[in-house]
């Protein structure tokens, strides 16, 4: 079936620094891929959409200065974390639509990458 | 008020035993729905679709009632393989997921 696949799965970086973390289809191409935080023992929470080709579109509260996102091509998507704080430890976790009607899918299926555990120090 | 309502649980229950969760959804996230599966530190996986007609999967049954903004899920025989968190997901016309936060199950031996 699809797979998305995102990197790195875990990332500790300092206080300050910058991290990207990339969201790629394996097998299909993703008209619009989506971006969540998932806090401990919290739901995930959508913090923005990322169409291929067009700048992305950011749910309210999100920062999208901070959070940036880029969808150059059709398989991948990254989230840039700029200027990390320690309070934007989360996991992050990508997930990818379904661009057109296939034998194994729909328009609207939704895949999910693996998850990426940021911690700030 | 919250999109998706779920009740966080947990459920406790031992190996064998039916269990049924349910979830509230207001207007916005009207246009699909699904549960979802999340084991402890990893992303989620998608359980079900739910139809209005119900549909079933095994053990799995989810039933959607759109007059009621009600979604349920029962899972009969439980394992303790089925021991997760259950989202339950709305899908907005923009293919945005909408979740719930989440019920917590645990099945015992």
């Known amino acids: 079936g699809a797979v998305v696949s995102q990197h790195p799965s875990r990332v500790i970086c300092k206080s300050g620094t910058s991290v990207k973390i990339e969201c790629r289809s394996l097998?299909?191409?993703?008209?619009?891929m989506f971006w969540y935080r998932q806090f401990p023992k919290k739901s995930l929470m959508l913090m923005a959409t990322?169409?291929?080709?067009?700048?992305?579109?950011?749910e309210q509260g999100v920062e999208k200065d901070k959070f940036l996102i880029n969808h150059a091509s059709l398989t991948l998507s990254t989230l840039t974390v700029t200027s990390a704080h320690p309070e934007d430890s989360s996991f992050y976790i990508c997930?990818?639509?379904?661009?057109?009607?296939?034998?194994?899918?729909?328009?609207?299926?939704?895949?999910f990458g693996e998850g990426s555990w940021l911690t700030v120090v | 008020r919250k999109e998706v309502e779920q009740d966080p649980g947990p459920f406790n229950v031992p190996e064998g035993a039916t269990v049924a969760f349910n979830c509230t959804y207001s207007?916005?996230?009207?246009?699909?729905f699904f549960w979802y599966r999340q084991d402890c530190r990893k992303e989620p996986k998608l359980l079900m679709s739910?139809?209005?007609s119900g549909n079933e999967d095994g053990r799995f049954t989810a039933q959607l009632n759109r007059a009621s903004q009600y979604i349920s899920l029962l899972i009969r025989d439980s394992k303790l393989s089925d021991s997760a968190t259950y989202l339950c997901?709305?899908?907005?016309?923009?293919?945005?997921?909408?979740f719930g936060s989440g019920t917590r199950l645990l099945v015992r031996p």
């Open positions: 997930s990818a639509r379904v661009g057109r009607q296939g034998a194994r899918s729909s328009g609207n299926t939704i895949y």
């Open positions: 097998d299909f191409q993703a008209t619009t």
């Open positions: 990322s169409n291929e080709g067009s700048k992305a579109t950011y």
């Open positions: 207007n916005s996230a009207s246009q699909s």
């Open positions: 739910v139809y209005s």
């Open positions: 997901v709305g899908m907005d016309s923009s293919y945005k997921l909408i």
